[in-house]
């Protein structure tokens, strides 16, 4: 079977049975040890399978053993899967947040992002989960006033994703408390791989005046 053959003509999730576009699904492989490898980038070779890209259906694959019959060949999957695509999704988006911010359109600091917001400049706006109550409810005024000066007055994303220990981990000595994606490729990859995590860890709404979920309508 063809890389092409495997990407478009059978991308089905094996744990659902529904078929999807390829930003709804994750690919697996199988490594020369027979272990289940993520492959996000969709560029490894050999036989593939899909998974829905949401944490409990990996977790439903792992545990239902359906790799091996889905990659007809002897398949290791450990229970530690579903936090591996997390890591790897969440480096994906700290990749996406450098190259977006050497760009000039991922900027951080609660001024700027306040201003941004206001300015109608901001596609996005991102919180450490443990950064203070006041500042976070700040910005969220801000997105509500940006919201009023819009056709349809939505507001626009809010992402508390990682706290402040994790995005030093995640991006050195850029991490942040408030940070904000602005418009251009690399700010809207930031935006994508932020819901596509999010969607990936099932909350059930995007962060919103201190929670976390879906975007704001």
């Not at 930003?23 to 490898?37: K, M, Q, T, W, Y």
């Not at 593939?48 to 999957?77: H, S």
């Not at 509500?144 to 507001?155: G, I, P, Q, V, Y």
Request: overall charge positive; proline content about 3%.
């Amino acid at each position: 079977m063809s890389k092409k053959d495997d990407s478009v003509n059978d991308r089905m999730c094996i744990v659902t049975r529904e078929k999807g576009e390829a930003d709804e699904l994750i690919r697996f492989v199988a490594g020369p040890d027979g272990n289940i490898v993520p492959d996000l980038k969709r560029q490894l070779p050999g036989r593939g399978c899909w998974v829905k890209a949401e944490r409990a259906i990996v977790d439903k694959a792992v545990a239902k053993k359906l790799f091996g019959r889905a990659l007809k060949a002897e398949a290791k999957a450990g229970p530690e899967l579903g936090a591996e695509v997390d890591r790897l999704m969440a480096a994906q988006l700290g990749g996406m947040m450098n190259m977006a911010r050497k760009a000039g359109q991922f900027i951080t600091g609660a001024s700027k992002v306040d201003q941004a917001v206001r300015a109608l400049a901001a596609l996005a706006v991102f919180h450490a989960t443990d950064a203070a109550a006041d500042g976070v409810r700040k910005i969220d005024q801000a997105r509500k006033a940006a919201s009023f000066l819009t056709d349809d007055e939505t507001e626009i994303p809010s992402f508390r994703l990682f706290s402040e220990s994790e995005l030093e981990g995640l991006l050195g000595s850029n991490a942040f408390i408030h940070a904000a994606a602005l418009a251009g490729q690399a700010g809207e990859g930031v935006v994508k791989r932020a819901i596509m995590l999010e969607k990936y860890r099932g909350d059930s709404r995007m962060m919103a005046q201190g929670g976390a979920g879906q975007p704001n309508q």
